[in-house]
Every structure is written in structure tokens, then in C-alpha cells.
């Protein structure tokens, strides 16, 4: 399992503190500052109209209840990043764009990399290839070409992957053989020390999508639960200790940037 708290943090940490902050457990530190600092990492979600929150009633998608739920606790906190905002609440920034393959995704991504470098990547795209039927056979390898491309960018970056839905009415056998394919990725970046990890999409329910690919607020709420309970386990365990601790002043207000042009969503 990757560390949620990447190299990068690391070193900005070896930066801002010295050799102090290196030699001090969290808990001194914090005591001998006289502040209660929690680790705050920069989270891109990235993927498709999913991502950005088709069919939900906030037009947050997952984003919000995850948002929700990190606040909900104190031993992290996050800041979304992106170029794309939607969703009334305090992190709407994302870069879901909606009707994309995972080609177009790959195409963009490294300006956004670029504008707004994150921490941790939370990874949900494929279901349009799916159900376009666009190479369908082949879609597994553009996603590994899709990973490969965000490491080149950003070789301390942490992707969690989420599988495509299981029970996405009409592609159960296509989603399945590729999230078999997907779920195969994580040996194979674990060898190239790159810090990825899968996780199963929820099976949702026929109450639980708005539409024939996009869940509703309480399919949302559940996509949402599987991303938190992964950065969750991040820091359980040996993981807590090897947590680094950063600034934990929010970042300063996103400007909304200029967006690309989309495809008419599915």
C-alpha cells in the first residue's frame, strides 16, 4: 500500500522546519510550537462526468460527502485542486470532465499536473470507453499509459484508483474484465516504486444510479466511503507514525481557470 504523504511532502518538510522538525516526533513538535498541526494534502480528483458529479443533486458527486468526511476527523486534513469547479462547499475543485476518455485525459493531464501539483490523485475514468465501445480490448493498456504518464509528471505522487462500477447496467462483463485489468496494475507499479493503489468501486444498487452510468447521491455517498476508508488505512497502524506533519493554515482560494472544451457528457 502507498504512503498517502508522499516524498514531496518530505522534503517541503525538510525545508520549512530543519533539522528539528527531522529529529522530533509529531507530538513534540507540535508541543514545542504550541500549535496543533495536522498533515493537509493536496487531492486531485481526476477522471470523467462522474468525477465531476453528473446525476447527483449537489453537483459534487463524491466529492462532497468525501469532503464531509475528511473534515469529520482530525488527523488530516485536504485541499482539492483542479481547474474545474463544482459544488456549494468549501473544496469544489476537481478535474472531472465530463463525456472524456481516458485518452483525452491523458492528452490534458500534464498541464494540469502542472498548474495545480497534488499530493495524492484520486483516479476514476474508462466507463466512456466502455460504453462507446472504443477499443474496448485495449483500454486497460491506455490507462497504464495514463499512469504512466502522471509519474513521469509527478514521480512522488500517490494515484488511488477506483474500478468502474460493477453493476453499470448493460456493461457488467466489460467492466468487469477491465477492472480485472486494472486491479493487475498495482504489483506492477508497486516493482516501479511508484506509491498506486486500486480500490473496488461500490456494487451499487438499481436505486442508487440516476441514470445508466451515473450514481445518484446515495450511490455518490458510497463511491465517496471507498475513498475515505483508503485514505483512512493510509494512516492506521505503522503508517501513523511515518505521517509527516505540514502547515496546516488553509491554502489560499482557487481561482476558477479557463475551461477546455468538453464533449457532450453521455
Known amino acids: 500500500m502507498p504512503r498517502l504523504f508522499p516524498r514531496a511532502l518530505a522534503a517541503l518538510l525538510s525545508t520549512a522546519c530543519g533539522a528539528l522538525c527531522l529529529l522530533a516526533t509529531p507530538a513534540a513538535a507540535q508541543e514545542a510550537s504550541g500549535e496543533h498541526s495536522i498533515p493537509v494534502v493536496r487531492v486531485m480528483p481526476l477522471g470523467d462526468s462522474i468525477t465531476a458529479g453528473v446525476g447527483s443533486s449537489t453537483k459534487a458527486g463524491y466529492r462532497m460527502p468525501l469532503w464531509n468526511l475528511i473534515s469529520g476527523q482530525s488527523r488530516y486534513s485536504a485541499q482539492f485542486v483542479g ?37 495524492v490523485i484520486l483516479l476514476h475514468i474508462g466507463i466512456n470507453d466502455l460504453n462507446r465501445n472504443v477499443d474496448v480490448a485495449h483500454a486497460p493498456d ?96 505503522p503508517q501513523a507514525a511515518k505521517a509527516q506533519i505540514t502547515d496546516a493554515r488553509p491554502a489560499a482560494p482557487q481561482e476558477p481557470k479557463s475551461q477546455l472544451p468538453v464533449n457532450a457528457c453521455p
Open 83 to 119: 481547474s474545474q469547479r463544482d459544488g456549494d462547499f468549501a473544496q469544489p475543485w476537481h478535474e472531472g470532465h465530463s463525456g472524456w476518455l481516458i485518452g483525452d485525459i491523458d492528452a490534458h493531464v500534464d498541464q494540469w499536473l502542472a498548474a495545480n501539483p497534488p499530493d
Open 142 to 237: 491506455r490507462l497504464a499509459a495514463l499512469l504512466d504518464r502522471i509519474y513521469t509528471d509527478a514521480p512522488d505522487v500517490t494515484v488511488v484508483l477506483q474500478g468502474l462500477i460493477p453493476t453499470t447496467p448493460g456493461l457488467q462483463g466489460a467492466v468487469h474484465a477491465f477492472n480485472q485489468r486494472a486491479r493487475q496494475l498495482e504489483p506492477v507499479e508497486s516493482r516501479r516504486h511508484r506509491q498506486f493503489d486500486y480500490i473496488d468501486a461500490p456494487a451499487l444498487a438499481p436505486t442508487e444510479f440516476a441514470d445508466s452510468l451515473h450514481p445518484n447521491d446515495l450511490g455518490y455517498a458510497r463511491m465517496a466511503e471507498a475513498y475515505f476508508q483508503e485514505l483512512n488505512g493510509e494512516l492506521d497502524g
